[in-house]
């Protein structure tokens, strides 16, 4: 199957700067790469995706580029703050039908702290 | 909108002990499900996943079963628990034309 590598697994940031976390996949079908975000004690939440056919993607302070050819992709928050401190997870799967999700397999983690 | 109902949401059971997790997905038909176990350090990782009643892929040898004997409910079981069986155990469920997959709150399993 599809083998997700996540780095880094812990990431501290002041208040206000950016943090950059990558990921890495191996099958080249793959073609649909969500982030998901998991607060302490709660369930993963899905923060932002995108598709094999688009190369970035952003939602306010939240970026995701994708590198096909390089099989890696990034997720990019900007103006951190400390509600942003999470565990923040990649995953990788093969869409099919256009629409449909296939198995997802996600990366190990990245323990975002937000320091005020 | 879509719902999934895991339980227990706690279990200590002793080493040898069976075991039975469920899950229910509602506010939506023929859903894909997943479980996945989170061991601190590893991640989400897949477990199983099914694509339809009776329709189950196992990703990983291992002590466990999942059986699907309804379209939206899925169960994760175990005849005999091993101490490494311990971790936090989610299910997930999402549906054709909606890529976002969906977690349950997850049942923190302790072997003892």
């Known amino acids: 199957g599809e083998n997700v590598e996540q780095h880094p697994s812990t990431l501290s940031v002041q208040e206000g700067d950016s943090a950059v976390i990558k990921c890495t996949y191996s099958d080249s079908a793959s073609n649909y790469f969500p982030w998901y975000k998991q607060e302490l004690g709660k369930r993963p939440q899905l923060i932002i995706d995108?598709?094999?056919?688009?190369g970035e993607k952003k939602d306010q302070r939240i970026a995701v580029t994708l590198n096909k050819t390089a099989k890696h992709f990034s997720l990019h928050i900007t103006e951190t703050q400390p509600e942003d401190s999470a565990v923040y997870f990649c995953?990788?799967?093969?869409?099919?039908?256009?629409?449909?999700?296939?198995?997802?397999?996600f990366g190990r983690g990245t323990q975002l702290t937000v320091w005020p | 909108s879509q719902t999934i109902h895991q339980w227990p949401a706690t279990l200590v059971q002793p080493v040898g002990s069976p075991l039975s997790l469920e899950c229910t997905v509602e506010?939506?038909?023929?859903?894909?499900l997943y479980w996945y176990r989170q061991a601190a350090g590893r991640g989400l990782q897949l477990l199983f996943y099914?694509?339809?009643?009776?329709?189950i892929s196992s990703e990983v040898p291992q002590n466990l079963s999942a059986s699907r004997p309804q379209d939206r409910q899925f169960i994760l079981s175990s005849k005999k628990l091993l101490l490494s069986d311990s971790g936090f155990y989610l299910c997930a469920a999402d549906a054709a034309g909606n890529t976002e997959a969906f977690f349950g709150q997850g049942t923190r399993l302790t072997v003892v």
């Open positions: 995953a990788a799967s093969r869409m099919w039908g256009g629409s449909t999700l296939g198995r997802l397999y």
């Open positions: 099914s694509v339809g009643i009776g329709q």
């Open positions: 995108i598709r094999s056919n688009v």
């Open positions: 506010g939506t038909s023929n859903p894909n």
